[in-house]
């Protein structure tokens, strides 16, 4: 665990510029890849759970693009900071996978309860999994779960969930170093310093696009910025909205 001292040293790396500086570094080693068909040489999984800015994820999309690389960004269909199915979010997405990025699922178990069977699980992920596939006209390549830790059951480690790559499986969790922006900070490893180092040769890295900014800021101040940010484009909607209806709009 690092030392608060250490996290507020770390604050700046969550910036857009280092961003793409870590994928530069990452690039000297790894190919970055797709869950569904990875290759036998070094290679990352570069992956985003879409927790709260769908904004913040096209920002950095477009960044991997303009770099030369893919990740795969999970869609969270009960996401309490958007909504999947609104025109808005929608082209959002469809930027994402044009910028040719893949998707997958991000599913919050805690919706279900506890005693949450297998059978149950399986069905609702596949539920969810159709969704995104018939919303946006690509194939989800993998799961990832949201909150699974506050449940008692363990996490299933299946390779594979109703079809998908299961990102939390044993063997990845065996087979690939792990590294995780989770709230905001590196909680256990720096990113950096592991691109830096190189020494496994399979990696898996978890990035949520609303902690990474063009400005440096502590944490809950980037989740602020998101919250603010989509607050103010609903309330430019509902202006233009009513400015093209010609209908009043009394402030």
Known sequence: MRDEKQHLLEFSDFTEENYRNLLRLAKRKYVFAGYKAPPAGPHVF??????????????????????????????????????????????????????????????????FGKGLTRERLIEAIAAERDLLRREFGVEPTAVSFHLYGVLEEPMPDDDELAGLVNAYSKRLRDTYGYVSDSNGIWLHRRLQDVLSAACEDRLQVLTHPEWWTAEVMPPRARLQRAIDGHADLMGRWYDETVARSGRPNFR
């Open 46 to 111: 570069w992956r985003h759970d879409l927790d709260a800015s769908m904004n913040r994820s096209v920002s950095l999309a477009q960044i991997e693009r303009e770099e030369g690389v893919i990740a795969t960004y999970f869609l969270f269909p009960r996401c309490l900071y958007y909504n999947l199915l609104n025109p808005l979010t929608h082209a959002l997405v469809r930027q994402i996978i044009d910028l040719g990025h893949e998707i997958a699922l991000h599913f919050d178990p805690t919706h």
